[in-house]
């Protein structure tokens, strides 16, 4: 029966995709053992170490559906040893002789890692795709909005003006950073293990390393230049950038959440037919997906967090720390992967309401134009001078329900420094818009590199 939200039925949309469930199934993860040591034995043939038809069948056999987990997993709980009982199926499934090379001068931890090596280079592509997905909406979005001018918010409170293109144009240049960070990581996290049961490879032989290497080159993957297995920066590393870009999907999640607030309405997510908003307020249209997107990142942080803590190691081995990555590296991989999932199909489907952001804009009626004014009176009257007299014009006319440009033309320095033809274009939202076009230009070009391949 399951009891975790990333197996219920009524839940596991919300925290993951079918895709992802597959890459960290139990199954799946087996089988990466059972692929390490077909590799294992694959490359201590060619290098005569075991016998070729040992080598053979073992390969034939190690295939997932030789195993029965739940015998296996019976054995775990007898024994308190993870893989062994998984290696004595797999011995048993081949002859009586080629079954005993099985898992010769390895270690546990040595599959067991290089297991979540190949998960995780599964798991890669995903991100590395979906990754690409997130960043063409958010170009796509920039491009269509990057003339589109609302109100610039700082301290929760409107500013000064900006296009809502700019806004999308920061989120793509922050997603590209964290593209970079991928990339960067690869070589350094899908990395594998042969190392024996402290790191000496005294139990490979002379030829240790290139055994190693060949077994990595197998499986896709690098090999390290010394045991990892209490050096736990790979994983932590990789769980740490997923986490920073959940934090990034969180805060376009959370900033569209409250865009499409009521007072707001600047925006609107897809709605499909028969999305039910609460069960006793039949009109509402809640912003679900915003909503899911923005709470997804707290788990994915903490986990991230918790993978910090199995940095501190004992030893050369130490299962205190190890084991909680058991928990915190699938679920920082689910959470992320249905993050950004998520965020694809959320701005594929968004809605812009430049009438709105419009109106939006001109509900301070011209205060958030103040530093143009100021700066463009500086000249003649020098910038204190210009701040003064704008800040008691902007007092005087909050306090009296004034808009900003009546309350220059009854101020008596300002009435009589600025024209009235002066004064309605000082107030005019969309001729402060500063550079906000050209970043998004330069951005969108920045970036097209990695969104085109």
């Given at each position: 029966m399951p009891v975790s939200v990333f197996d219920m039925q009524s839940l596991q949309h919300l925290w993951g995709t079918e895709e992802l469930r597959n890459i960290f199934s139990e199954g799946n993860r087996i089988q990466k053992w059972l692929d390490f040591e077909s590799a294992l034995a694959a490359a201590q043939a060619e290098m005569k170490i075991i016998p070729e038809a040992a080598a053979k069948e073992i390969a034939e056999k190690s295939h997932v559906a030789n195993i029965d987990i739940a015998a296996m997993s019976a054995e775990i709980r007898r024994i308190k040893h993870s893989l062994v009982p998984a290696l004595k199926q797999l011995q048993a499934a081949c002859s009586k002789e080629n079954g005993e090379w099985v898992h010769y001068g390895a270690t546990?931890?040595?599959?067991?890692?290089?297991?979540?090596?190949?998960?995780?280079?599964?798991?890669?592509?995903?991100?590395?795709?979906?990754?690409?997905?997130?960043?063409?909406e958010l170009s796509r979005l920039a491009v269509a909005n990057r003339d589109v001018p609302m109100a610039g918010r700082t301290h929760g409170v409107q500013a000064l003006p900006i296009t809502f293109g700019h806004k999308c144009a920061l989120w793509l240049d922050e997603l590209g950073r964290h593209h970079e960070r991928l990339v960067q990581a690869e070589p350094r996290v899908l990395v594998g293990m042969l190392a024996g049961a402290v790191g000496s490879q005294a139990s490979l032989g002379p030829k240790a390393q290139e055994l190693e290497e060949r077994v990595m080159a197998k499986l896709g993957l690098g090999s390290p230049a010394i045991s990892w297995a209490p050096a736990r920066d790979r994983f932590t590393e990789y769980t740490t950038v997923l986490a920073m870009i959940g934090a990034t999907l969180s805060k376009i999640g959370n900033e569209l959440f409250n865009m499409q607030r009521n007072e707001f309405g600047e925006v609107e997510e897809g709605f499909s037919e028969g999305k039910l908003g609460s069960s006793t307020m039949p009109h509402k249209r809640n912003p679900t997906s915003a909503e899911n997107l923005a709470g997804l990142s707290r788990p994915l942080r903490y986990n991230a967090a918790m993978m910090m803590e199995g940095m501190v190691q004992e030893g050369e081995r130490d299962g205190i720390a190890w084991k909680m990555e058991w928990k915190a590296v699938p679920e920082c991989c689910m959470i992320a992967g249905a993050m950004l999932f998520q965020a694809k199909n959320l701005l594929a489907g968004l809605k812009v309401k430049p009438d709105v952001m419009a109106a939006n804009l001109d509900k301070m009626r011209g205060y958030l134009l103040s530093e143009r004014v100021m700066l463009e009176l500086s000249e003649r009257l020098g910038k204190q001078t210009a701040h003064e007299w704008i800040y008691e014009a902007s007092m005087h006319g909050i306090e009296n329900k004034l808009a900003f440009a009546d309350a220059m033309?009854?101020?008596?320095?300002?009435?009589?420094?600025?024209?009235?033809?002066?004064?309605?274009?000082?107030?005019?939202?969309?001729?402060?818009?500063?550079?906000?076009?050209?970043?998004?230009?330069?951005?969108?070009?920045?970036q097209s590199g990695w969104l085109n391949r």
């Open positions: 546990t931890q040595d599959v067991v890692d290089t297991g979540v090596a190949l998960q995780l280079k599964e798991f890669h592509a995903v991100v590395m795709r979906d990754m690409k997905a997130v960043g063409l033309r009854q101020h008596e320095g300002l009435g009589k420094a600025l024209s009235d033809a002066e004064i309605l274009d000082f107030t005019d939202p969309t001729a402060y818009l500063g550079q906000c076009a050209a970043s998004v230009d330069r951005v969108v070009a920045q």
